[in-house]
């Protein structure tokens, strides 16, 4: 038997952790590997409906130069946008990959799942963009929100499970 297949795209700037993010069973920091291009991580996940193989796709450095082609969103059932809470920058340039994602699923993907991602939220004090500005434009563009630390095994299971 086949388990069925999640695919999901994780896009954001190259400082963002995307790979944390992915990460599974408490890898440290050491365990794991730079990544070039594009790649993606496999893990099993028990939901609901039974047992689902959730394929996350992740990005460096490529994004730098917006190269990132349509097969590579191809067959995405949701998308993750992620930014930092304490860098500026990567929340302004969230315009870039959603406009890169949306002229996709305007290509026959309109059911695919889409989730911003704001992350770092575990200190307020260096905290640059608020909550509610995060949540805002969420709502502006049509995607689901979620806050957190990428780190977070928990909650990253759960956006997981949410997925799928």
Known sequence: KIDPLCKVVILGKSD???VLFTATQKLNDKMIRPIIGADFIVRKLETDFGLITLQMWI???IEKFMSLSKAFYRGADAFI??????EP????????FIADSDITLQEGYENT???????KCTDDKARKISAEAGMKFA???GY????????DEYLNLTV?????
């Open 16 to 18: 963002t952790p995307k």
């Open 59 to 61: 990005t460096a450095s």
């Open 81 to 86: 946008v992620m930014y930092n809470v304490d």
């Open 89 to 96: 920058e990567s929340f302004e340039g969230l315009n870039e």
């Open 113 to 119: 799942l889409k989730i911003l991602y704001a992350n």
């Open 139 to 141: 709502d502006s563009i």
């Open 144 to 151: 689901d929100y979620f806050e957190g630390f990428a780190k």
């Open 160 to 164: 997981s499970q949410y997925i799928c």
